[in-house]
């Protein structure tokens, strides 16, 4: 099994740009699509991004995705950050057999 | 609109068993795999399997080989995961999810508190 690293938390202030990075730790980022979920308290994760770079319906063009081969990562931007957007982000992928997530990066907007 | 609800909160002794379900709507079940995550006090998300509504096919992570099974019951369209000698790490939030290996998990369950103590 591979393994998927984000940084444990990342801060930001309001208007401003984030990136949050998901390395794989083996096997190619290109290979499998990469999801990005949103976990606010108490809540069921979200879906912000898909196949790599999809957004769903009803999610604001401020998020974005993107992967870097280079550096076998993926990596979720957000835009112009509002106070909502403080939650906990995961990412996910898969091989042939297995499902994996990242650990988890908490995001604070302050 | 497509919707999974989860079962409500169980409260087991280490050793014992739990069966926790999750039933669809607002989509042809047997379209989409059912994904189970679950997700320890305070930690991240862990797959913990899925299974293929069409065909009853699973695959589970195998950390958890030989303490899961998961089912479904498509003339109710409603997902069922059971895991057996329960131990204190297995205290968690359990969610269901549509969706399998490779495509994106959504939408999830609100999710089912286990929590083992003796």
């Known amino acids: 099994n591979f393994m998927l690293t984000q940084p444990h938390s990342v801060s930001e202030s309001p208007g401003k740009t984030v990136t949050i990075s998901c390395t794989r730790s083996?096997?190619?980022?290109?290979?499998?699509?990469v999801q990005w979920y949103q976990q606010r308290p108490g809540s069921a994760p979200t879906t912000v991004i898909y196949e790599d770079n999809q957004r769903p319906s009803g999610v604001p063009d401020r998020f974005s995705g993107s992967i870097d081969s280079s550096s076998n990562s993926a990596s979720l931007t957000i835009s112009g950050l509002k106070t909502e957007d403080e939650a906990d982000y995961y990412c996910q992928s898969y091989d042939s057999s297995n499902a994996v997530f990242g650990g988890g990066t908490q995001l604070t907007v302050l | 609109q497509v919707q999974l609800v989860q079962s409500g909160a169980e409260v087991k002794k280490p050793g014992a068993s739990v069966k926790v379900s999750c039933k669809a709507s607002?989509?042809?079940?047997?379209?989409?795999?059912i994904s189970w995550v679950r997700q320890a006090p305070g930690q991240g998300l862990e797959w913990m399997g899925w299974i293929s509504a069409y065909n009853g096919n699973t695959n589970y992570a195998q950390k958890l080989q030989g303490r899961v099974t998961m089912t479904t019951d498509t003339s109710t369209s409603t997902a069922y995961m059971e895991l057996r000698s329960l131990r204190s790490d297995d205290t968690a939030v359990y969610y269901c999810?549509?969706?399998?290996?490779?495509?994106?998990?959504?939408?999830w369950g609100q999710g089912t508190l286990v929590t083992v103590s003796s």
């Open positions: 607002g989509y042809t079940f047997t379209s989409y795999g």
């Open positions: 083996s096997g190619s980022i290109a290979s499998n699509y």
């Open positions: 999810a549509r969706g399998a290996i490779a495509t994106r998990f959504d939408p």
